[in-house]
């Protein structure tokens, strides 16, 4: 299957007259909880510097402080926005020691984060393109508070990039982005391993095989899986191919390999968990 | 009392001047669960089409594949909303299998779903207009994932109708949309019969029974309400007429009987249930 | 350090060519729950009198007719947002009653709420201009249900005002709004005694006690915190000082004294709850 990237431009058609052709668009993504006042916060920064912002949420329940589920979400999420949005991402247990804060380009995409690994799968899916290390204090607030750089730091220098601001006057150029440990799965000669590694809202439990991996190893109507103390004798194209209630496999709307019950959740359903082995092998 | 569409037109000036007379205005009703980044998905692909969308979250704490629930949400919801909004709805058990997805009109308000009873409540209270299911993929995004066609169906034909495409190009035209199973009162001589239907965010619990039909049974000063272990000796125009911790009946801000406690949360601290009979009768 | 207003216009640049100057921008801060239809009801009413209305979401789970709670979030937040924009806030435990609805002034803020004391934190930090009763019901929707002023009053009050309406005609003028009561820090020759009053998404403790309380009382490296079971002896400035799991006491970024743990929840994981003594004592 193609990436996403692109998928929805091709159906773009032309942009209403009268509005400018690129709206200033940023989003939010982090472990904040929803609802937080520290969000609109960000977001009154944000309009304060650039009333015409227009600010969409991604996610705002990324477990506390959880650098793999939050890097999932923005690897998903990310390249489906039209070209030039900037991204805001604020998973960051190390907020006040001396880790550095970064803007990195993907394609068309640009974000902002700590440089601690939450990168990590949008780099493995998207080569990043321009990395810069956020140490130029002029486009900051004033006063920074150690505790909330997401406010003081990063939504300061969205807005202003969303004016125009050069980013190479951020800071220092970099070559890399700080990587996030991520379990590869492995193909044995009769078994491909994985594992589960994200939880959807619906309790579907996804693996870190994807749609690629599976053709590799074989054809789809070969394969069985199993997860924790399930057998699963198909892999499904989707949740309406068996009755409510059955747990299944299938492959999911972001090409991986996952564990679901049809009409139920698998995360409270089955006793399967995050880091659970996910085995492949061929009938 | 009037039905709720118009009202707050009413009360409307004249607009902004420089800014369009209609905002590309689209709204998101689902269960994917708060904060999902499935529906970041969905509002990427939208602004990807037309960056000037602007994107208005209903409710995406529908209980999962609740389709009653949701069509009572969306029965109170999208007639307050500006002619011409586009209000995406997506509760859809049937997600992958042959179930149609829908263009419908109520109005001046257009509604995007599956056809499985969720525009039910809808269809009840606003008399549908046109009524197209879509069936013609050219207005979809190039690769459908069978798990998710909010995002790669819905979002983009919602996108693409704001920038003026012709609802008769999305497919066929039908003449009804799928009913909702709904139990409607029963007026039995000296009792009217209903059931709770659903509860909102603060437990208030929400019965079938409306206004009209209280005014047609008897005069409201006359009529006593009965649900669980509890009796009513009058019906409440508001919660602040009682004192806090009280549980009473009133009609609510929808024009429905409902049971509440004052200050309180009725779902949880009374034992009453959605399904659970409510019986009016005169003194 | 400063107070956050201007904070934030300091680094602001010039707007984006062809975007009128100021956006009618419009926010809603309640304890509807996130998610409720409720919150949609009133954002189609204000769109529906002016389709330009941007609207950002501060909190929606303010614990239910919590007005301590409702008040300390808003005066955290509104002093962030451009000038001009205009907050509604309901957290109204007598809807319905004769507690009157109120139009307030601080600074270039705007606020409609219910006056019940929801005001009162931000009035202690900004000082109320203009204050006026909605008295005038001609700005209102024609019918008012009697369980939902938010709707039927603010949204409609708000969104005229971003259409210019004077808010002289919005009713009657007052000198005073409803104070809150609210417990003040005492300073004991050797101690200072505050409280926690407000938990935060994360689960920390803020108290009563701000940055200017505690350099009145003394040096902060001479300075050690009591709470609960728990004995601080240094006054931090960022989580991250600390290993990941220790209780710490430090200054937030809206300069309160807080009760917190490094990478976990101190509501969850100490003792400590809404009304605990909090205890500063110089070495």
């Given at each position: 299957m193609a990436p996403a990237v692109g998928l929805a431009r091709q159906t773009a058609s032309p942009r209403t007259p009268?509005?400018?052709?690129t709206m200033p668009l940023i989003t939010l993504t982090t472990d904040f909880g929803i609802g937080s006042p520290y969000l609109a916060e960000m977001k009154g920064v944000i309009l304060s510097i650039n009333p015409a912002a227009q600010i969409v949420d991604v996610a705002h329940n990324v477990p506390a402080q959880d650098i793999r589920s939050g890097s999932v979400i923005l690897a998903r999420v990310v390249?489906?926005?039209?070209?030039g949005t900037i991204h805001i991402a604020v998973v960051d247990p190390g907020v006040g020691t001396e880790r550095p804060l970064v803007y990195a380009r993907f394609d068309d995409q640009i974000v902002l984060a700590p440089d601690n690994g939450l990168l990590g799968r949008l780099a493995a899916k998207v080569k990043p393109g321009r990395i810069v290390h956020l140490t130029n204090s002029e486009h900051w607030l004033p006063v920074v508070a150690p505790t909330f750089h997401g406010r003081d730091i990063l939504a300061p220098v969205a807005a202003q990039l969303t004016l125009g601001l050069d980013p190479d006057r951020l800071g220092t150029l970099q070559h890399e982005l700080v990587p996030l440990p991520w379990p590869e799965p492995v193909a044995e000669p009769d078994t491909l391993v994985g594992e589960i590694v994200w939880m959807d809202s619906f309790g579907n439990m996804q693996s870190n095989i994807t749609a690629d991996h599976l053709a590799a190893f074989g054809p789809r109507e070969e394969l069985v899986v199993t997860c924790g103390s399930f057998h699963f004798r198909q892999v499904h194209g989707t949740y309406g191919d068996a009755k409510p209630g059955t747990p299944i496999a299938l492959v999911s709307s972001s090409n991986h390999l996952e564990v679901a019950v049809v009409g139920g959740n698998a995360g409270q359903q089955l006793k399967i968990a995050i880091g659970d082995p996910v085995r492949v092998q061929r009938v």
């Open positions: 009268g509005r400018p052709d390249p489906w926005f039209p070209p």
